[in-house]
């Protein structure tokens, strides 16, 4: 069993920054992919950013240039760095996580989401 758990989200004031961070455990051999998406109230969730193993990132147009992915393959940990935040970044954001576990079977898991309020 694997779970994934998101932290540090918060309320903030535009321009700020936040670090979320999210924390894979349980039978893990490997995590391919790793990526955050967001999802606003009234709204579809949408892509934030991903990032595969080797390390290659992709991001939404609406956060290139101030949003950066990481990952710590060792620790099994992924991180969002979010700078210059603005209202419209408001959303829950929850991190997802494409796993091969010790039994080899590779499978999609999500976390619980986190809140991330940008105040004008």
């Known amino acids: 069993q694997v779970q994934l758990v998101e932290s540090g989200g918060d309320l903030v004031q535009a321009g700020e920054s936040l670090r979320l961070s999210c924390a894979a455990s349980g039978s893990i051999r490997s995590i391919v992919l790793m990526g955050w998406y967001r999802q606003a109230p009234g709204k579809q969730r949408e892509l934030v950013a991903t990032?595969?193993?080797?390390?290659?990132?992709n991001y939404a147009d609406s956060v290139k240039g101030r949003f950066t992915i990481s990952r710590d393959n060792a620790e099994n940990t992924g991180n969002l760095q979010m700078n210059s935040l603005k209202p419209e970044d408001t959303a829950v954001y929850s991190c997802?996580?494409?796993?091969?576990?010790?039994?080899?079977?590779?499978?999609?898991?999500w976390g619980q989401g986190t809140q991330v309020t940008v105040s004008s």
């Open positions: 990032i595969i193993s080797g390390g290659v990132t």
């Open positions: 997802n996580a494409l796993i091969l576990d010790t039994g080899n079977t590779v499978t999609m898991y």
